[in-house]
């Protein structure tokens, strides 16, 4: 390919660097979708990261709350015989059922596999509990006050779910089309140079680059879940703050195994160049040798 306009020299230059950039970008792309994959898109990770968090038990304290204050007072005679109702009906591993359901759920609709998305929460168990403890004369009473279902107020189309619905069933590709370009330029580069030495050199300095990228939107990220709060809007049975900070605690630990993987990155570049550099520096050295050694007289 020639660039007009310029010397031999500079073309080789220019386009060195081309390929390098497009290598730290395809390198930088296959690390962040491993990431991604490994720590927010996973299930067991998010629901890890909520018991680290302690969402679950913050969470049950809020519902057994608001369920206490909404028990109608034909049910209950005091505060305190609500609160020991809705403790007693809303346990802590109802709530974390409900939440893996909600998080499954979550990851199908992004993952396509479902077309719409309701988060809420099942309290049919919970109303019937109550009947249960306060007995069956209380049914209708429980049953017009209690909800059978109660939203978790999130709307996908208001949210970032609807953009990651259109992005996540696509991330295999995009990774096999990273690993495709990393493979293409590493031997465009082996070709051009002809030696492998230059092509670690190469891929160091790729890597180095990768390493800055990757260090950027690891530090955004990291901005960003610590910055941003939402106000509940309207009254809900559900105070989604708690859910979402636990959101922002997984994109937190997303964005460190990013900064980790660039660091990681970063030492790779570095030995890589090192290894090039030595290299051309000891060929150099035994083509000036050889050249300045006389020639034995026959």
């Known amino acids: 390919m020639k660039?007009?306009?310029?010397?031999?020299e500079q073309r080789e230059r220019t386009v060195s660097i081309v390929l390098i950039v497009l290598?730290?970008?395809?390198?930088?792309?296959?690390?962040?979708?491993t990431v991604v994959e490994q720590t927010a898109l996973d299930e067991d990770f998010v629901e890890e990261t909520f018991e680290e968090e302690r969402v679950q038990p913050?969470?049950?304290?809020?519902?057994?709350?608001?369920?206490?204050?909404?028990?109608?007072e034909t049910v209950v005679q005091s505060d305190a015989e609500a609160e020991e109702l809705a403790t007693e009906a809303l346990t802590e591993?109802?709530?974390?059922?409900?939440?893996?359901?909600?998080?499954?759920?979550?990851?199908?609709?992004?993952?396509?596999?479902?077309?719409?998305?309701?988060?809420?929460?099942?309290?049919?168990?919970?109303?019937?509990?109550l009947i249960e403890?306060?007995?069956?004369?209380?049914?209708?009473?429980?049953?017009?006050?209690?909800p059978r279902r109660v939203d978790i107020d999130e709307d996908p189309d208001e949210s970032g779910l609807a953009l990651a619905r259109t992005v996540v069933p696509h991330l295999s590709t995009m990774f096999l089309a990273c690993a495709g370009l990393i493979v293409g330029l590493l031997g465009t580069i082996l070709y051009r140079t002809s030696t492998y030495r230059q092509v670690a050199a190469h891929t160091g300095v790729a890597l180095g680059l990768s390493s800055v990228v990757a260090t950027l939107v690891g530090v955004l990220l990291l901005i960003v879940s610590r910055t941003v709060t939402i106000?509940?809007?309207?009254?809900?049975f559900i105070d989604p703050t708690v859910l979402f900070d636990g959101v922002l605690a997984v994109l937190s630990q997303t964005a460190t195994s990013l900064l980790i993987?660039?660091?990681?990155?970063?030492?790779?570049?570095?030995v890589l160049f090192g290894i090039?550099?030595?290299?051309?520096?000891?060929?150099?050295?035994?083509?000036?040798?050889s050249e300045g050694t006389p020639e034995s007289e026959g």
């Open 3 to 8: 660039i007009p306009g310029l010397g031999d």
């Open 23 to 33: 290598l730290a970008f395809s390198v930088t792309g296959a690390v962040a979708i």
């Open 58 to 72: 913050e969470m049950t304290d809020g519902l057994q709350q608001n369920l206490a204050e909404n028990i109608p």
């Open 93 to 129: 591993e109802f709530v974390r059922t409900e939440i893996r359901t909600n998080i499954d759920d979550t990851y199908e609709y992004v993952r396509g596999d479902d077309d719409e998305l309701n988060l809420s929460m099942d309290y049919e168990s919970v109303r019937d509990s």
């Open 133 to 146: 403890q306060s007995g069956p004369e209380h049914s209708s009473a429980i049953n017009d006050t209690i």
């Open 231 to 236: 106000t509940p809007s309207g009254e809900t």
């Open 261 to 270: 993987q660039a660091g990681v990155l970063l030492v790779f570049g570095v």
């Open 276 to 289: 090039g550099v030595t290299g051309d520096t000891e060929t150099e050295t035994e083509t000036d040798s």
